[in-house]
């Protein structure tokens, strides 16, 4: 790799200022189980690489008010293991516990799971976030098995890779961002994530001076859970994910949501499920009601048609799941 400046501050208002204002100057490390590898195939090639380990402040699980904080900077095997987070969201157990690998959870941080760049292949080989060639899209005349089945219309055909980001949409999480001179500002998890419009834009609502700090989510009583499928258990990205959170009130769902992981450029709330399953008695037909909407309008490529019928069953068994 590229040889790079390393700074390991202390305070965030120390790492904010060694950050620069522009996208590829310098990069952050939390757990470095995603930019290690970027800097290994020269995705990124950073003057400066900031390191986040010797801040206390982005670590740890807590309860404020009717709030549980999760410090940026905490592991998934400590969120996974958390008695807070088992009590109030097991979908986001499940979604750390689905890494697999002993070693990714015991070094991946949250914040890094929310922040990391796509898995795609053509992204990975060095094809760029939009993977064109002569303006011809590699995607979609190529292997496409894995790409996106809902908001493709455009260049961006890569899905995004977060575990936790459906849960904490579906959850009404919200994301602390801290800034030059400390400013820090707080962003609902849905808008965190973004569909980048250029080549140079990322992925996340962040700006290249900004650290992810926290993640704060309400404890509103609901009902949730995660639901993924994978080829392989561990050491893989899932083909689909869905989380799914609800009220039950005399005898019927409220408050409902259903985002999706892995079928989109961002993770993807499905409206018409969502609105479908409130005012619903939660059984197997009104799950399978729901993974029905959760496909409508989907448009998948060449070869990833499957993920159609993968996406209803997910859905369904997130709910049953949830209301169990």
Known sequence: MKSFEYAAPKTLKEAAALLSDKWGETEILAGGTDLVTSLKQHITEPKRVVSLRNISEIK????????????????????????????????????????????????????????????????????????KHEGASLVREGENRYHAIFSNDGSALFVNPSSFGPALIALGATIAVSGPKGKTRKVPAEKFFQTPKTESDRETSLKPNEILTSIFIPIKGLRNATYEVRHRHGLDWPYVTASVAFQIKAGTASDARVVLGHVAPVPWHSAGASKGLNGAKVDAASAAKCGEAAAQGAKPLSKNGYKVQLVKAAVKRAVLAAAA
């Not at 309860?63 to 969120?79: N, P, Q, S, W, Y």
């Not at 750390?96 to 796509?118: E, Y």
């Open 60 to 131: 740890g699980i807590e309860i404020e008010k009717k709030d549980v904080r999760i410090g940026a900077m905490t592991t998934l095997a400590e969120l996974a293991e958390d008695k807070n987070i088992k009590e109030h969201f097991p979908s986001l157990v499940t979604a750390a516990i689905g890494v697999g690998s002993p070693q990714l959870m015991s070094v991946g941080t949250v914040g890094g799971d929310l922040c990391q760049r796509p898995r795609c292949w053509y992204y990975r080989n060095g094809f760029g976030l939009f993977a």
